[in-house]
């Protein structure tokens, strides 16, 4: 029967043509307040005085979950009581060794009092709970959510309260090391899909109270929990706040994955450039804390998001910090090299073959002019079959089981590159072009940014295939522009090459010496400029080692 | 009608240079060496002096109006009607002059590069992308600069370091051969470029500290000077003042004689890439200052929408005004001398002279 | 937002389009150009200009080394010369393309030769060259005896191309290198004329070799190359001479002394060789002289040390007298890597008169005469044989300039502007004229400063004029 | 070429336009509305061959003489 996934869903398209107003960004918001609370309405159901009331009530909430738990007992062998949770998402050894035995077994005059009304609730967390983190939870939508949570909740009859018990356990894979920032020196560790894992491994490395991890909890039905986290001294208090209030907006069915939000809070959410940092490296994450930014960690996703952004960061490793800063240096310089083939070599190759021969030394021209002998295809047509080959490549590379996909690119490189050239499809040096091309857009530590500029070669390449040097200073500018509009949580996003700021320099296209890096991005961590005490440039001690003529202080 | 951001006084004087260097350097060495002979890079500096008197009383007026663009002290000054048309004589001075930097830019590109590409084609597409940069206000175009700038500079730095072998230092003498007439006749010729520098007048409102507008203006002038000085007089010293003369664009056939050793030659192609950088510059300043004049004329509360129908009218206007470049030299020569003299000096001059007379100034925001 | 969503929709809109309307503007696929690498301008009867190119064939040319050595057959041909006439160069071209199935591109060209006739109708037709975008100012021009398009058929040699070739000898700087912008500058500076390197088509290099013997010089003679199977007298080319104009006219030719003279002069030599064949007399005065010319230096060496020349210890000696002894007759050939002119004009009423000053320092590279090293006497007679050469060669281009030429082909009417502004008013309107009139005195300062690697002129030890070594010092 | 010139006039009143009218700037709207008529005029009188004289001419008839007036100034 189509009827009932039909109709609604015409009913959200009609309602989301014409917007009430209030939503002026993303078209994700379905319309009405009442969505916030999750199906089924709970306002409906309300926590009663009588536990079979409630126990009712919450098996029709949870009708058909045949993952949810219930269990009767008395406890204290005087007091009606239930346990509710669902089966999987709890340590059910705690439960069952620990939290019943306990519960049955408490002292009967306290199952009185409590049958009496003498007592309260409270008196059971306060005598005889085992366990240390209980809430005390007074309505419907609250028990519910805890139970969804992985809690097991307690309710006892004659109270129209109930105690949800943090008794949260569920399989999660073991932190690992990171696979798409892998590093030759440094931590190990990677972000989990476990939120609770992934705040313990930032908390184990800022052992600091003004580490503060907001709480917010976004999908209708995922009910994903979200944690920004901050150093409280360091960060811009604005940004926080512009980071609450663009997660607070969202209005959306689930969160999977911390896309979902970047996509949903970016500043332009047009441009093709990533103006949210991810990463999977709690080191990474800590150096961003401390340098002022903001991480948001979204429960279920391994990467956790960073903002503000700045493209610099794009071409910046983790690993930068950890080797000596002359080769970190180095290879930013390199990365940046890479960046730029990465966007502009097939470019530059076509512009310079079908536009300005005169560039070519005479040689050169001249061995270009006899590999393309013969070749059907226009210089463009072929750089950009040749580089829609070379995605695919690595596409299927990417997606298949991986010792099959290093075979299928070595195969797909070697067979296709060698048969293509010898069958005279291709010339030899486009397929170097392109080769290097893409050895340059891995060189870029970013994903995300190797896939912009992916995306942006084609369309320089239509461009000089077009209009040459002058096409491709044409799509440069208009880049450029772009990049200069761009803005990550206020902050410009090519900072600090513009607006120009000579002291973020130390970091930026080289990584001056730790000691030297005395002061926090100015763009950023502003509120507290001083990362590190002056003059920590190490020096031998005078002692040690005493020149043999003359002392030196 | 205000503009949201603010920029710095660093970026100002680039932004000086500008709109002035790109279509300066690749014209008017040429048209200088026509005039004053070996003696061109006297004429530049003759004219910055000049030059001088446009940032001065730039100056001065907006030390009587700060935080007021050009076109709102106009109305101040004169009040609303004989003010108001002040103004737009400056936005179509200003347009004017956008429409003609379109057509030399894109004649110089069909001449020099693509001669079989229409120009129409390289002012709409240089346009193009302008009204896109134009739009997203002064602080985006300054911060552009921030990128193009190195770039220029080095590629300058380049081309006279590795043209050196080809300068012969006798090709400057003899020095103010006929006397320092020719010279003046040059340095009105390089005035038409040179007191484009008012157009700080129209952005100068939003440099903060509105105090360091000095340093900004006499740094413009003197980077203006420098390497338009600097790449006049590698033109004559590669050239000859004859051969020189001779030249359509002396940068870009500076840029041409260049060869870094055996493998780099023919660098030409790069110029291209890098001076259409400036040149966009140029074009998209003065584009918003149109924009920004004709919004602050008629009193609206945002130019943005101007920008886009400017830009199109420029690109007709451009294709309008000269027949062929032989105009726009004749023009540059004879005509431009006077006009830019009448509305860069005469007119602000009048203008402060109003003001001082009607005791008008304006020192609160 | 929606108004930047739309915005770049519209550029989206506009790339999307670019090609559309862009089409193949100004696009030409690398193999479909003919790439020219020298061009050859002649004048043909009929009032019409021939212009030739050198098309290469990349084919060819990058196969290059693998087809190198295969023995047998003709090599293959690294390009073509194709030409066509017309009224103007422009027409030509145009006719040329009508012959090429491809785009001639002219960015790569290396070399512009005129020929003989075309020079002297004139160098109005050079504009082209400056005018067309693809050619450039930096291209080395030459002028050639008779067509120049015999020039561009050369059968090839180390290199495969005419172009490179000859742009490789430009660039051993064994002879000045005139680009069109130095052309066009000699034309149009009042106080010049233009000179151009002259290229020559060398015969048999059987006879190149005897020219070379008899000339005493070695200046020019790359592009001598050894090809037996050719059915065809193989010629090589080398660059040597000048031809010399008035105005924009070819009105003579300068021979390579002149030419060497002539270099020295405008102040364009940088490095080079100068041989000088002097004898030294031991015992008595060692007269150096310069093949040809009787140019008299002599110097005594010191007496006190001097042995008496004749016969050395041992078997060095030899009945053949004047193997046995020292070497008294031969060549000294000097190298210098820096030289430098200096003219200064005076004027006295009316007569100018320039004072050219060349200074320079200079190494020993190769002496056949015997050679004492510790005898500075030597080097000076050295020395002093080859500033006489520098001054005769200077002298002889004067000559050849005031007399034949009648034209002020040093540029020195542009020095004279440079300094005396006020009487180069007077005469820069006839000053060919004024010139055949000038003074031209030359003082010629090379240094000969080092022996080189080694000292001696090899052989079995001789002595002229002290022990040398053997006996320390011969002070 | 007509219908270019139209498609992208259309194309640049649609940048702006729509989102004027919904904050009614109306003002904006007229000024706009007129320069962007402009351009279409000049525009298609251009693609059209109308003759339409350049301003440049004018501006040549006025300060041709001043600048020469300065010229003589100068020498």
Redesign the interface.
């Known amino acids: 029967m189509p009827g009932p996934y039909r109709k609604p869903l015409r009913a959200a398209l009609f309602r989301r043509r014409k917007p009430p107003g209030q939503q002026?960004?993303q078209g994700q918001s379905q319309g009405s307040k009442a969505q916030k609370a999750p199906y089924p309405p709970l306002e409906a159901y309300q926590l009663t005085a009588e536990l079979k009331l409630n126990l009712e009530q919450l098996q029709r909430i949870f009708a058909k979950c045949s993952d949810v738990v219930h269990r009767d007992f008395y406890l204290g062998q005087a007091i009606k009581a239930a346990l509710f949770y669902i089966d999987g998402l709890v340590d059910k050894k705690l439960i069952e060794d620990t939290l019943m035995r306990t519960l049955q077994q408490a002292p009967p005059q306290l199952a009185r009092e409590l049958a009496d009304r003498t007592r309260d609730l409270a008196a059971v967390m306060e005598t005889i709970m085992p366990l240390t983190d209980v809430a005390v939870v007074d309505n419907m939508g609250a028990v519910v959510k805890h139970v969804l949570d992985g809690d097991t909740v307690l309710l006892l009859d004659g109270y129209n309260k109930g105690l949800a018990l943090s008794t949260r356990s569920w399989e999660h894979r073991t932190i690992d090391e990171p696979i798409t920032e892998s590093v030759v020196r440094g931590p190990r560790e990677s972000f989990i899909e476990s939120l609770r894992t992934n705040t313990a491994l930032l908390r184990r490395r800022l052992k600091t109270p003004s580490l503060k991890m907001e709480l917010v909890c976004l999908g209708r039905y995922t009910m994903t929990n979200i944690v920004i986290t901050y150093i409280e001294d360091l960060a811009d208090p604005a940004v926080v706040r512009e980071v609450r209030q663009r997660l607070e907006r969202i209005q959306i069915d689930g969160i999977l994955e911390s896309a979902y939000i970047e996509e949903l809070i970016e500043d332009?959410p047009?441009s093709p450039f990533p103006q949210i940092d991810h990463t999977e490296r709690p080191d990474k994450v800590v150096a961003a804390l401390l340098e002022g930014r903001v991480g948001i960690l979204v429960d279920n996703t391994p990467f956790a998001l960073i903002v503000p952004t700045l493209f610099v960061q794009f071409i910046q490793s983790s690993e930068d910090y950890y080797e000596r800063y002359y080769l970190s240096s180095f290879l930013r310089l390199a990365r940046f090299v890479a960046l730029n083939i990465a966007l502009l070599l097939p470019a530059a190759y076509v512009?310079?073959?079908?536009?300005?021969?005169?560039?070519l030394?005479?040689n050169l021209?001249?061995?270009?002019?006899?590999?393309?002998?013969?070749?059907p295809f226009?210089?463009v047509v072929e750089a950009i079959m040749l580089e829609l080959t070379f995605e695919l490549l690595r596409e299927a590379g990417v997606r298949l089981p991986r010792p099959v996909g290093q075979a299928l690119s070595i195969v797909g490189a070697l067979v296709i590159g060698e048969a293509a050239v010898s069958a005279g499809l291709v010339s030899p040096s486009m397929v170097i072009v392109v080769a290097l091309t893409g050895i340059s857009s891995f060189a870029i530590p970013s994903f995300a940014m190797a896939i912009t500029l992916r995306l942006l070669r084609f369309?320089m390449l239509?461009?000089a295939?077009?209009?040459?040097?002058?096409?491709?200073?044409?799509g440069?500018?208009?880049i450029?522009?772009?990049l200069?509009?761009l803005r990550s949580f206020g902050v410009?996003y090519?900072a600090p090459?513009?607006?120009?700021n000579f002291s973020d320099f130390k970091d930026v296209l080289v990584r001056v010496p730790r000691w030297a890096m005395n002061s926090r991005p100015s763009q950023i961590g502003y509120r507290d400029p001083v990362r590190q005490g002056a003059g920590l440039k190490p020096t031998p001690p005078a002692s040690s080692n005493p020149p043999p003529e003359e002392g030196r202080s | 009608m205000r503009e949201e951001g603010y920029i710095?006084p660093?970026q100002a004087a680039v932004l000086l240079w500008f709109a002035v260097l790109p279509t300066a350097i690749l014209f008017l060495p040429a048209l200088l060496a026509l005039r004053a002979h070996q003696d061109a890079w006297l004429s530049v500096i003759v004219a910055t002096l000049a030059a001088g008197a446009v940032a001065l009383v730039v100056y001065l007026l907006a030390q009587r109006f700060p935080h007021h663009t050009l076109f709102q002290y106009c109305e101040l000054i004169l009040g609303p009607v004989t003010g108001k048309t002040v103004a737009l004589i400056f936005v179509l001075a200003f347009f004017l002059l956008d429409a003609v930097v379109i057509r030399e830019f894109s004649e110089f590109?069909v001449t020099a590069?693509?001669p079989e590409?229409p120009a129409l084609f390289?002012s709409l597409?240089?346009v193009a992308?302008a009204v896109?940069?134009a739009r997203?206000g002064l602080e985006?175009i300054a911060?552009?600069t921030?990128?193009?700038l190195p770039l220029m500079v080095t590629f300058i730095a380049i081309v006279l370091l590795f043209a050196t072998p080809e300068m012969a230092p006798r090709n400057l003498l003899p020095i103010l051969e006929n006397g320092f007439r020719p010279v003046l006749g040059g340095a009105l010729v390089s005035w038409s470029f040179l007191g484009q520098i008012f157009i700080l007048a129209a952005y100068g409102a939003f440099v903060n500290p509105p105090r360091a507008l000095r340093a900004s203006l006499i740094s413009g002038l003197l980077g203006i000077a420098f390497f338009l000085s600097l790449v006049t007089m590698g033109t004559i010293l590669v050239f000859g003042s004859c051969e020189a003369a001779r030249l359509t664009f002396a940068a870009y056939a500076l840029a041409r004689v260049v060869s870094l050793g055996?493998?780099f030659?023919?660098?030409?192609?790069?110029f291209?890439?890098?001076w259409?950088?400036g040149v966009?510059i140029k074009i998209t300043i003065n584009l918003y200052v149109v924009a920004l004049g004709l919004a602050t004329v008629t009193g609206l509360k945002e130019y943005r929408p101007l920008v886009a129908p400017l830009g199109a009218l420029n690109v007709a206007m451009a294709t309008l005004l000269y027949r062929n470049i032989s105009e726009i030299r004749h023009d540059l020569l004879l005509v431009e001398p006077g006009w830019t003299l009448t509305w860069q000096l005469i007119l602000p001059l009048f203008l402060l002279v109003m003001a001082w007379l009607r005791g008008k100034r304006r020192t609160g925001i | 937002?929606k108004a930047?969503?739309r915005l770049?929709l519209a550029?989206l809109l506009l790339?999307l389009m670019?090609?559309v309307l862009?089409g193949c503007?100004?696009?030409?696929?690398?193999?479909e150009?003919a790439?020219v690498?020298a061009v050859a301008l002649d004048a043909v009867p009929g009032d019409q200009v021939r212009l030739s190119v050198y098309v290469?064939i990349?084919?060819t040319?990058?196969?290059g080394p693998s087809m190198g050595g295969g023995g047998g057959g003709e090599p293959p041909k690294a390009g073509e010369v194709i030409s066509a006439t017309g009224s103007d160069f422009a027409q030509a071209a145009r006719r040329l393309e009508s012959l090429v199935p491809r785009r001639l591109?002219w960015?790569?060209n290396?070399v512009l030769i005129l020929g003989e006739e075309l020079a002297r109708q004139g160098l109005h037709y050079l504009d082209l060259f400056t005018r067309e975008r693809?050619m450039?100012l930096t291209t080395p021009v030459l002028i050639t005896m008779g067509e120049a398009r015999k020039v561009l058929e050369l059968p090839p040699g180390i290199e495969l191309m005419p172009g490179?070739i000859l742009t490789g000898i430009l660039r051993n700087r064994t002879t000045f290198k005139v680009e069109l912008k130095d052309l066009l500058a000699m034309w149009e500076a009042p106080g010049d004329n233009p000179v151009l390197p002259q290229v020559v088509m060398t015969p048999t290099p059987e006879q190149e070799s005897r020219e070379v013997r008899s000339d005493g010089e070695d200046k020019g003679q790359k592009g001598a190359y050894k090809e037996e199977g050719k059915k065809t007298p193989p010629e090589a080319v080398a660059i040597k001479g000048a031809g010399a104009f008035r105005d924009d006219r070819l009105i003579g030719w300068l021979d390579e002394r002149e030419t060497n003279g002539l270099m020295w002069l405008r102040g364009e030599v940088r490095e080079g060789v100068i041989t000088v064949t002097l004898s030294i007399q031991t015992g008595g005065n060692y007269p150096g002289q310069e093949q040809g010319q009787k140019m008299g230096q002599t110097i005594t060496p010191d007496q006190g040390q001097g042995q008496p020349a004749g016969p050395v210890e041992g078997q060095g000696q030899n009945p053949s007298q004047n193997q046995a002894r020292a070497r008294t007759q031969g060549q000294a050939s000097v190298i210098f890597h820096r030289a430098s002119t200096e003219v200064k004009p005076r004027v006295e009423g009316s007569q100018v008169t320039f004072n050219v000053e060349i200074r320079g320092n200079c190494d020993l590279t190769e002496a056949t005469v015997s050679l004492n090293p510790d005898r500075p006497e030597h080097l000076l007679a050295i020395q002093e044989a080859v500033n006489r050469a520098v001054e005769e060669r200077v002298l002889a281009a004067v000559r050849k300039a005031q007399q034949e030429i009648r034209a002020d082909i040093f540029g020195l009417g542009e020095t004279l502007h440079r300094s005396n502004v006020r009487y180069w008013r007077q005469v820069q309107d006839r000053w060919n004229e004024e010139f055949t009139r000038a003074k031209i005195q030359v003082k010629v300062d090379l240094y000969l400063n080092r022996l080189g690697m080694t000292n001696r002129t090899p052989g079995k030890t001789l002595d002229i004029g002290g022990k040398g070594a053997t006996q320390g010092s011969t002070r | 070429m007509l219908i270019l010139i139209i498609l992208a006039f259309l194309v640049i009143a649609y940048l702006d336009a729509p989102k004027l009218w919904q904050k009614k700037y109306w003002r904006e709207l007229a000024v706009m509305g007129i320069v962007w008529s402009l351009g279409l005029a000049l525009s298609l009188a251009l693609a059209l061959n109308l003759p339409v004289p350049s301003p440049a001419k004018l501006l040549a008839r006025v300060f041709g003489p001043v600048t020469e007036w300065l010229l003589r100034l100068i020498g």
């Not at chain 1, 295939?465 to 044409?474: R, S």
């Open positions: 002026d960004k332009n047009t512009a310079v073959s079908t536009f300005h021969q005169e560039m030394p005479t021209l001249v061995k270009l002019a006899s590999q393309r002998e013969g070749i226009p210089a369309i239509i461009l295939g077009t209009l040459g040097f002058y096409g491709i200073m044409l440069l500018l208009a450029l522009v772009h200069n509009t410009p090519l090459v513009t607006p120009w | 710095s660093r590109l590069v693509m590409t390289f597409s240089i992308v896109y940069a997203n985006v911060r552009c921030d990128f193009i055996q493998f030659e023919r660098i030409e192609a790069l291209l890439a890098i259409v950088g966009f | 937002m930047r969503l770049a550029l790339a670019l090609p862009a503007w100004s696009r030409h696929e690398i193999e150009l790439i690498m290469a990349p084919r040319i990058a196969g591109l960015a790569q290396r693809q450039r490179t």
